[in-house]
């Protein structure tokens, strides 16, 4: 009796190599952009029922971590002035710059 036949193996030819790398460059260069799915998470925790101060915190924690580990310390002054002179245009375009609004101090929902 003879011993069962081995399947062919075949090497793959250029084409299919070409073919293959082909792929795989196209899915490589399809990789997400971070800072897109980060925007996508906000806008969609915002249109959530997401506790809104969590948020903040959460949000306020990404600011945080970001200028520890991506600024240089000597840019930390400059980078937070710009943030809050950002914070404080968007808040006076919709009538509430500071100033305008009660403290939270004197509301009874902070206390």
Avoid: F, H
């Amino acid at each position: 009796m003879k011993p069962p036949k081995k399947p062919a193996t075949t090497r793959p030819n250029a084409g299919m190599v070409r073919k293959l790398s082909s792929q795989a460059e196209r899915a490589a260069s399809q990789v997400v952009d971070p800072l897109a799915e980060l925007s996508v998470a906000i806008k969609t925790a915002l249109g959530s029922e997401a506790d809104p101060y969590v948020m903040l915190g959460v949000l306020l924690e990404g600011v945080t971590q970001t200028l520890i580990t991506r600024i240089p310390p000597e840019r930390y002054a400059g980078v937070l002035t710009a943030g809050m002179a950002l914070l404080r245009q968007r808040l006076a375009a919709r009538g509430a710059a500071p100033g305008q609004v009660d403290r939270c101090d004197q509301q009874p929902s902070c206390n």
